[in-house]
């Protein structure tokens, strides 16, 4: 069941939300829930309509498209540091892809309408979320390039490599299957590369787990993307905590 947020405190845990300007934060308190996410929930569905915006914690969600026979392309990975429902605040309602819950865990779930009401009175609140905005839109690009250029096992290594920074913890509670949807591979390549990278002793592989043992190792299976994505991150990070 959802929690609501005390009117005393303001949540913690998620870079953006965290950064919202404290004359906006009363009017959003009662919108506020804190809620569970489980791998595999789907947020939005495209063509559908957006209700709510989500802020993870340390649950990790992926934006992919779906073709008409079914088959997945990798989009952008939210974690931590972002929001799951953009469309909604730039006045289009209806989603253009899937937000689907790789990791689970907790994120704050605010409805969209208010957010958006205050996103359009504040300025210092909508120069936050452009600058998200940017970073987003960063990430969309480097992600496309990565596709285009690298192999499956580095495109892991890399998405690996984000999830645990969105998460904010060493292990994913994640299975294969759902890595899988998310990079737009089978199901089995996830495992063959998996289990590689346990031999290589980059990770350990459990039923639904998977934990980071050397992340020197996994970063260097993954290719120079992650590293950008990073220094983008740290960069939107350090921007944001200045409004």
């Known amino acids: 069941m959802p929690v609501p947020v005390a009117k005393t405190t303001w949540p913690g845990g998620n870079v953006v939300l965290s950064a919202v300007p404290v004359e906006e934060r009363e009017g959003l308190v009662p919108y506020l829930n804190l809620v569970a996410l489980r791998g595999g929930q789907m947020l939005s569905c495209a063509g559908h309509s957006i ?77 936050m979320i452009l600058r998200y905005i940017s970073f987003r839109i960063c990430q969309t ?66 039923r639904g787990r998977i934990t980071a043992v050397d992340r020197a190792a996994l970063g260097a299976a993954s290719c120079e993307c992650y590293a950008v994505l990073k220094r983008d991150l740290d960069l939107l990070a350090r921007d944001l905590a200045r409004f």
């Open 51 to 127: 209700g709510d915006v989500h802020f993870p914690i340390d649950s990790v969600v992926a934006k992919v498209s779906v073709d008409r026979s079914g088959a997945t392309a990798e989009g952008t990975l939210i974690g931590n540091e972002g929001m799951a429902g953009l469309n909604a605040l730039l006045g289009d309602f209806r989603a253009r892809d899937y937000a689907i819950v790789q990791i689970s865990g907790g994120a704050y779930r605010v409805a969209a309408a208010p957010l958006r009401d205050a996103f359009e009175r504040s300025g210092v609140l909508r120069r």
């Open 141 to 206: 690009s480097q992600i496309s390039l990565c596709i285009a250029r690298h192999s499956v096992e580095q495109r892991l290594s890399r998405w690996l490599l984000q999830a645990l920074d969105g998460a904010g913890r060493g292990e994913l509670r994640v299975t294969h299957e759902l890595i899988g949807v998310a990079l737009g591979v089978r199901r089995e390549a996830v495992t063959t590369i998996a289990l590689r990278l346990q031999a290589a002793g980059a990770i350990r592989c459990s």
